[in-house]
């Protein structure tokens, strides 16, 4: 049988981002065995350092480059000496709107033996997926500001939604929904009753797709109930699609109840075309280079990818043995706590392979 080629790009970025990344690419060396598939790793240098060093965040040519990848692996963007804004929209966000990558999609997981902070609930109550629009919203930058600096001044910030924008994201999520197999049920989260352009057009869309999925339970709830239902009773959701904005807030939340930055990952997927998966946590910059930072996020990272490109039976073992080292090995999924270093953290999941 033919293997599959995967050219990898990858972006270990600022702070800990090379140190992680670093553990998801030997998970990745060690998974790709003989029988499996071959990978071939090419690096960019982006980030803050890079930015600081030449002014510049993402050059014409290294996007082109990137989108002639099969997928794209990134540690982490965001630097202190960086004034916010600059590194994030001119390279993560400028990688996602030109790579098209219309979709951010988030497990929220709870593995066992790893602490949460919601009394009462375990691993059986807490596994979720969020489906976040990736390229519109709040996130497109429309808006601007007038008579800056002064009394009269004024800042507009407006939500870009396009029916076909929230079609394909809310498509997506009605076919993830029916593949995952579990509750079937795909929650809608918004605010209708406030946001009344954008929020009707997701409502509307939202229930006209559901009439090709008889299969899939439909539900809607207001963000804010959202964020109380995820505290309160994360066990009523199977995938939950949302926009950009209120996908990036829920998300956190997501994040903690599932054990936090040390484990969460995500992707920003292109259906169509390239995708790039990331942990979520940032660069974590007064961890840099002190080998104390949890790898497991990179490495959940890697497992969405590795799922994401239809390789599901490296994913699936690349998740068997994180469950395994989480259960077993780790005292604590936080920096310094592990009772391991960053790298023996990725020798553990080698291991247990
Ligand atoms: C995320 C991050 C980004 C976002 C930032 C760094 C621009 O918070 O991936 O969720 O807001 O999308
Ligand atoms: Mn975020």
């Known amino acids: 049988m033919a293997k599959n080629d995967y050219k990898i790009a990858v972006i270990p970025g600022d702070g800990t981002g090379p140190e992680v990344v670093a553990e998801g690419i030997k998970v990745l060396k060690a998974v790709s065995g003989p029988s499996k598939f071959n990978l071939d790793f090419t690096e960019y240098d982006l980030g803050g350092e890079h930015y600081k060093a030449t002014g510049e965040t993402l050059s014409d040519?290294?996007?082109e480059s990137l989108g002639k990848a099969d997928a794209i692996y990134l540690?982490?963007?965001?630097?202190p000496d960086v004034k916010p804004g600059i590194l994030e929209?001119?390279?993560l966000l400028k990688l996602r709107f030109s790579l098209d990558q219309y979709i951010n999609l988030r497990p929220v997981k709870l593995y066992e033996g790893v602490d949460c902070p919601l009394k009462h609930k375990g691993p059986q109550d807490i596994d979720f997926v969020v489906i976040r629009e990736n390229t519109e919203g709040?996130?497109?930058g429309a808006g601007g500001c007038l008579k800056k600096g002064t009394p009269d001044e004024v800042a507009i910030q407006e939500s870009i939604n396009t029916r076909k924008g929230v079609e394909r994201c809310i498509r997506y999520a009605f076919e993830f929904c029916r593949k995952r197999n579990k509750a079937k049920q795909l929650?809608?989260?918004g605010k209708t009753n406030v946001l009344t352009y954008a929020f009707d057009l997701w409502e509307r869309t939202f229930y006209?797709?559901?009439e090709e999925y008889p299969d899939i339970k439909t539900d809607y709830a207001h963000v804010d109930a959202i964020c109380m239902w995820m505290v309160k009773n994360p066990e009523w959701f199977d995938v939950i699609v949302t926009d950009n904005m209120f996908g990036d807030i829920i998300t956190d939340l997501g994040a903690m109840i599932q054990g936090g930055m040390g484990i969460a990952a995500g992707g920003n997927i292109?259906?169509?075309g390239v995708s790039m998966f990331e942990p979520i946590g940032g660069s974590a910059p007064k961890y840099t280079g002190k080998q104390v930072i949890n790898p497991l996020a990179a490495i959940c990272a890697v497992h969405v990818m590795l799922e994401t490109l239809g390789e599901k039976e490296a994913a699936g073992r690349i998740e068997q043995a994180v469950m395994k080292v989480v259960r077993d090995d780790l005292k604590s999924l936080s920096a310094g706590k592990m009772g391991y270093s960053t790298s023996e953290v990725g020798?553990?999941?080698?291991?247990?392979l």
């Open 61 to 63: 040519s290294s996007l």
């Open 75 to 79: 540690g982490a963007i965001g630097h």
């Open 270 to 272: 292109n259906p169509e």
């Open 208 to 210: 006209e797709v559901a």
């Open 138 to 140: 709040l996130y497109a």
């Open 187 to 189: 929650t809608l989260c």
């Open 89 to 91: 929209k001119g390279i």
């Open 347 to 352: 020798d553990l999941v080698i291991e247990a």
